[in-house]
């Protein structure tokens, strides 16, 4: 079949970016034709504040070189913009007079700076700054004359104004508000940034309604409304964008402030789409770079005619460096009748935090200094988190939670770049800057392809986040509210668990067909999920499928840096007998093990096992009663527990018995991820109960029952659920809370971040307050034990899977034979 005809009129950030997207999903489909009005190739517009500061060339913002164009087959046409559209014969002519037909037309025509119609806005030396050959106008003027005039104190003024000062030039920027940036600061955070910068030297003359620009050959001042004047030889208009749909109104297509575009960025005709700055979409238009790219990857899916991708608009979140100032905002940061203000303002040290609360949720953010959690603000903002749990500290920062990984130790900003960020990966800070600003990446997704941060544990991904926002600025592209799984599917995590449920799905292929898959058979990322997610929702039903699980799961064993399992059996709440001690010490010595190491979790750890060991070793502990300790698995891995009331002196329950109980319930059980308990026997918490998963910590009168808690790298200390009187209450407690939090954590959610992202508050609603539901989820819990607790060494000693143990020179041999 012959190749249908995509012309993109426009050769931006938003238009090749949909280009991009389609060919992942379809790179044979099109033959395609990019007309630009500008003689560059694809650049990073923003980024030309820092070509004008002189911090960068031109060619280091260039995102597609002609090479790249060239390589996928796409005919570039620069300098020659599209001047009519012929929606009735298909085709497009251009300002040289070439035609060209299509079969499907993209508008990505971008925006016009809005230029103040007052007399002398012609002149010699008036510009605005939009793209590059603005930028190289004031360079020139810079080169040769002394003082600027910047109409226009937002964004886009003040990083023109910081150029132009950093080319020896005397600035006065001149602004219609009584505060600068109005759009994305709150006064006390504006008048901050105003003291900063008239302290570098920036003139403003605020409140001034510009009605003349002065000259006759060329620019020579400003007069303003009130009569006064002021000298330029540069004026730069700075005052907003406007879409540009004059090509589209020609054609007939219909436009209001911008080209109007449905979910699926369809226009009125059905044959042409329209992305970027250029649309208005359900009345809104949008000028950052992150919106345009979520309508890039929507409009791809439907030129590749999937038709699944729907845009719902954009959350938006401003974050930049102006003259070395890191400034954040986002949402409603203006408050209104009926909301609340959260602020911590500290002016010695330069830094303003405000939130905007309305029924324990965030409306808004602005930051002024410090911005490191912006963020983290704007991820609750987006997913309306209630932030009841953790409101009295939540303007300290996420790091007041347990994220070490946003302490003041660990600031992004502050980070040498040998720094590691990714300890799964061994990737630096400075590998992570120099491929976003090389490779010129925008999202979480880029930066895992090109350096794998982030792309395993995931812990360290509000490190990448906050990485990629202070280097790309305002560019940065943040997760999206709906994160897909992986690659394969438009879907999100939740959105595949309720399919699951709901439809229902009992198998790998029914997910794959019922939700359209887009590769056959999944991927890496998604099908130890997917896996997860149908046994967690079907135990007595869906079959496990060891291939879609870790080397370490499908092993039953942990792999060591040289090749060798190191297997650890279970000891119930740490206790253990004689006769237990002598049978794992003839294991050792029969297999000779090189080295035994009692672990933190009550244990001991056989190392340097080989992996053809295995099974007759575990046939060994088997027989002498043990069963896994799943230390390699996302599972329960052990209870810990102290002496309690038994022998120690301090003691007030016996916190050994009910740890071995609680251990008994939940052992062998699959989970999102590795899943700690512990029961200390009174207050002092020997057993570190408060940093783990589910902690119990006994006290006279009962027991105090702590969810969400972690160690390690990232310490977070639990919340308190509730207090319970009796052992049979603290066992339905649990029971209960891992099922919910199997049933509806996402894959690799520790029980910390997923209490976080649903709120302490819904965990008490679903096991505190509603006691039939807790019942329900505990019978489940009991439900699927039936099957999770059989014991994979003892089916593995017996001749199960025997094919993952057997060296593969053997099976060499038995082929030959």
Known sequence: ??????????????????????????????????????????????????????????????????????????????????????????????????????????????????????????????????????????????????????????????????????????????????????????????????????????????????????????????????????????????????????????????????????????????????????????????????????????????????????????????????????????????EGEGDETLVLQDPAQGIYKKLVIKDNRIKGAVMYGDTMDGTWYFQLLREETDISGFRNTILFGQHDLGDAGHGDETRVAMLSDDAEICGCNGVCKGDIVNAITSKGLFTLDEVRTHTKASASCGSCTGLVESLLASTVGEGYAAAPSKKAVCACTEHSHDEVIQAIRTAPLKSMRDLFDYLNWKTPDGCSSCRPALNYYLLANWPGEYQDDAQSRFINERAHGNIQKDGTYSVVPRMFGGLCTANDLRSIADVADKYQVPEMKVTGGQRIDLFGVKKEQLPSMWKDLTAAGFVSGHAYGKAMRTVKTCAGKTWCRFGTQNSTGLGVQLEELTWGSWMPHKFKLAVSGCPRNCAEATIKDFGVVCVDSGYELHIGGNGGIKVRVTDLLCKVETEAEVVEYCGAFTQLYREEAHYLERTAPWVERVSLGYVKQRILEDEAGRKALFERFQYGQQFAQIDPWRARAEGAEAHEFTPLSINRMRVAS
């Not at 395609?32 to 913002?61: C, Q």
């Not at 709150?186 to 605020?206: I, Q, R, T, V």
């Not at 007939?252 to 911008?258: I, M, N, P, Q, S």
């Open 1 to 334: 079949m012959s190749k249908q005809k995509l012309i993109l009129i426009g050769n931006g950030m938003a238009g090749i970016r949909t280009v991009e997207e389609l060919l992942k999903l379809e790179p044979e489909m099109y033959e395609i034709t990019v007309f630009g009005a500008e003689p560059h190739p694809n650049y990073n517009r923003i980024m030309l504040s820092p070509v004008l500061a002189g911090e960068k060339t031109i060619d280091d913002i260039v995102l597609n070189s002609r090479d790249w164009y060239a390589e996928k087959g796409i005919s570039l046409h620069t300098g020659d913009p599209v001047v009519e559209i012929d929606r009735i014969s298909r085709q497009v002519k251009t300002a040289s007079g070439n035609t060209l037909s299509y079969d499907r037309l993209l508008l990505a025509t971008g925006s016009n700076p809005f230029i103040i119609p007052v007399p002398g806005h012609e002149l010699p030396g008036v510009v605005g700054f939009r793209d590059i050959r603005d930028v190289e106008m004031m360079l020139e003027s810079a080169r040769q004359h002394k003082k600027a005039v910047v109409i226009g104190g937002g964004l886009l003024g003040l990083e023109a104004a910081n150029g132009l000062m950093k080319n020896g030039m005397d600035v006065t920027v001149v602004h219609l508000m009584d505060i600068l940036m109005e759009r994305q600061l709150d006064k006390p955070a504006a008048e901050l940034l105003k003291a900063s910068l008239a302290e570098s030297g920036m003139n403003f003359l605020m409140q001034a309604e510009t009605a003349e620009i002065l000259g006759d050959d060329r620019v020579r001042g400003v007069r303003f409304k009130d009569g006064s004047e002021i000298e330029a030889d540069l004026v730069v208009m700075a005052v907003g964008i406007r879409p540009n749909t004059e090509l589209a109104q020609q054609a007939g297509l219909h436009c209001e402030r911008g080209v109007v575009v449905n979910d699926t960025l369809q226009t009125f005709d059905p044959r042409i789409y329209a992305v970027g700055e250029c649309v208005q979409h359900r009345n809104s238009c949008y000028g950052l770079v992150a919106p345009l790219f979520e309508q890039a990857k929507v409009c791809a899916n439907h030129l590749a005619m999937l038709g699944y991708g729907r845009y719902e608009g954009s959350v938006t979140s401003t974050k930049l460096k102006v003259t070395g100032i890191d400034l954040f905002s986002a949402g409603e940061f203006n």
